[in-house]
């Protein structure tokens, strides 16, 4: 369903009663602030309510050949994507917003399986993500408060005690090593709130069949591709909201 910012008084006593039953279910407008260092945010998300994902004009052959073509980068050579095979709504590319939030707010919709980063003039940019699965799942607001190029990979204890052929990769074994098969791929941005590490990152990931699906611990993944683009368009300190 899309937002009309300029609702009729019937429409909007009608949306109203929607709501009443939208916050059962915790889908409730809040006001979020976002705190970093000396600089707080505040601002209202909307209801959970934009299922649709706006318009957009999907990226035509020889665009999508190369926005997924291989890629050369921190001496790594990133294989292209066999773009033909993800659902074309996942591809990334320029969308009316419909998020309602601040340019350079980055807004994850958790059930439609999008990350949007909002632009100064209506637009924003659309990647498709794969995302948490059942019970590791995570929602509120924060800041994009760390950033890094092909990071090392340092499971959470928790992650190391469900898995434990995961300990060669544990914080006290120094993680794994980038490269190509690094679960965080080519770069990775780092969710804290209040000031605290959330664990939960938005990275890259070598595994493009993963993007529309929730099969993570909990982190939102993007094709190695769009977390370069991502990145290289996030501002800094950019506040994140991510909705369930």
Known sequence: MSFDRHLSRRSFLSFSALTAASALAGCASSANTVTSGDTTITYRSPMRL????????VPSGAELAVMYGPIEDGGFLIPAVPYEQIDPRYYRQRVVDPTGQPPGTIVVDTPSRF?????????????????????????????????????????PNEMVA??????????????????????????????????????????????WRSIGKAV???CVRLMNQDIIDLYDRVPTKAPIVVWQ
């Open 50 to 57: 934009f299922q649709s994902p706006g318009a957009s004009s």
């Open 115 to 155: 990350l949007y980063l909002v632009q100064g003039d209506g637009m924003a940019m659309r990647y498709g993500v794969g995302i948490g699965r059942e019970g590791f799942a995570w929602q509120g607001s924060g800041v994009i408060q760390w950033r890094q190029r092909w990071p090392r990979w340092k499971p």
């Open 162 to 207: 469900r898995q434990p052929e995961l300990v060669k990769y544990s914080i006290e074994n120094g993680g794994m090593e980038p490269g190509l098969k690094n679960p965080l791929g080519a770069r990775a941005l780092y969710i804290f709130s209040n000031g605290e590490d959330t664990l939960y990152r938005l990275h890259g990931n070598p595994d």
């Open 216 to 218: 993570s611990s909990g």
